[in-house]
């Protein structure tokens, strides 16, 4: 039998851990939903997060006109930070790293260093370089950490279940009435690590449960699936992750059924589950420790020096 890693599932997971009545009113399964984003955005992700071990690295390209300075961070950068940014060369696979300046280097009294640097200062909400850069046939490349969606019940969503690839229509299990053509989408994996394989776009027809894509997502397949953009009917995190989260749902519930004890009991095996939970995320790779490389040395400055 397939493992179901959706939110029925994981809804299910959380009524067994406190046995809480069917009958009960307080709670519908879209609150449930509700409050494991909020464990899984608020606990979940600044956990991971602090292994510095990149689960939820992505990658996002901007267009190079020769005259734009500013660039917006990606929306769904988590904590409205970066990993890195730096220029992907057209025609090949070399990433040219950037470094990150201060606002004080651009224009301070030796001069503009940001310019000599070729590097960019952080702005609010945007990474801006000066003078604009010129290399108009490369791509602006921003690594960042995306935000998992928020969780939805599985019939807010639709779980594909079969792909056209020669007209590109795309049949789901369900689809709302609510969508049209101007709804954005997000194609959600329905295995592994549940990665988007492609967020906010659009398709150009919708009938029934069919929806006819311009372009397939690289890598979409029958399982996988299309909701509304930033909503996830699975926990985008390591399975090992979902007994974790259901357990802090139950903990939640309980404080709001007002069941101190039970509450109480709960964190204690939270506490337990959460020791065996870091354990599977570091290290990533068992075999051979990470290699810290001097990007900047001499004998790779041919290809990493700024100046």
Same mark, same amino acid.
């Given at each position: 039998?397939?493992?179901?890693? !959706? ?6 997971? $959380? ?7 069917? %009958? ?20 979940? $992700? ?11 690295? @992505? ?26 940014? =730096? ?28 310019? #000599? ?34 969780? $939805? ?7 594909? !279940?079969?792909?056209?690839? %020669? +007209?590109?229509?795309? !049949?789901?299990?369900?689809? %709302?009435?609510?969508? +049209?053509?101007? &709804? ?6 329905? #295995? ?9 776009? +659009?398709? !150009? ?8 894509? %311009? #372009?397939?997502? +690289? =890598?979409?397949?029958? =399982? ?17 992750? @979902? @007994? ?8 939640? $519930? ?10 109480? *009991? ?11 939970? *870091?354990?599977?995320? &570091?290290?990533?790779?068992? =075999? ?20």
């Amino acid at each position: 039998m397939a493992i179901d890693y !959706t939110t029925t599932a994981l809804i299910d997971s $959380v009524k067994r851990r406190i046995a809480i009545p069917t %009958s009960q009113a307080l709670y519908t399964n879209l609150d449930f939903c509700k409050l494991a984003t909020d464990e899984l955005q608020s606990v979940l $992700v600044p956990m991971m997060l602090a292994e510095q071990e990149d689960y939820f690295l @992505h990658f996002d390209d901007q267009s190079i006109d020769g005259t734009t300075t500013d660039f917006n961070l990606p929306d769904r950068a988590i904590g409205r930070k970066i990993r890195d940014a =730096g220029f992907y060369k057209s025609g090949s696979n070399e990433f040219v790293q950037r470094p990150r300046l201060e606002v004080e280097d651009y224009g301070d009294r030796a001069g503009n260093l940001v310019s #000599s640097l070729s590097g960019y200062f952080f702005q609010g909400d945007q990474i801006i370089f000066n003078p604009a850069p010129s290399n108009v046939n490369d791509q602006l490349r921003i690594y960042y950490y995306r935000r998992p969606n928020n969780l $939805v019940r599985e019939t807010d969503c639709g779980k594909i !279940t079969n792909i056209n690839t %020669s +007209t590109k229509v795309v !049949t789901l299990n369900n689809a %709302s009435t609510g969508w +049209t053509t101007s &709804t954005k989408f997000d194609c959600i994996k329905g #295995s592994g690590g549940f990665r988007s394989i492609q967020d906010s776009f +659009t398709v !150009t027809n919708i009938a029934g449960f069919d929806l006819t894509f %311009s #372009s397939l997502p +690289t =890598g979409i397949a029958v =399982g996988d699936w299309v909701c509304p953009e930033g909503q996830s009917p699975i926990a985008q995190i390591p399975y090992e992750g @979902h @007994h974790l989260l259901a357990q802090l749902t139950a903990i939640k $519930v309980l404080e709001g059924l007002g069941d101190a004890k039970g509450m109480g *009991m709960a964190q204690e095996k939270y506490e337990f589950l959460l020791k065996n939970f *870091m354990k599977t995320l &570091t290290d990533r790779v068992d =075999g051979s420790p990470k290699k810290v490389v001097n990007r900047s040395g001499i004998f790779r400055s041919r290809r990493r020096v700024f100046w």
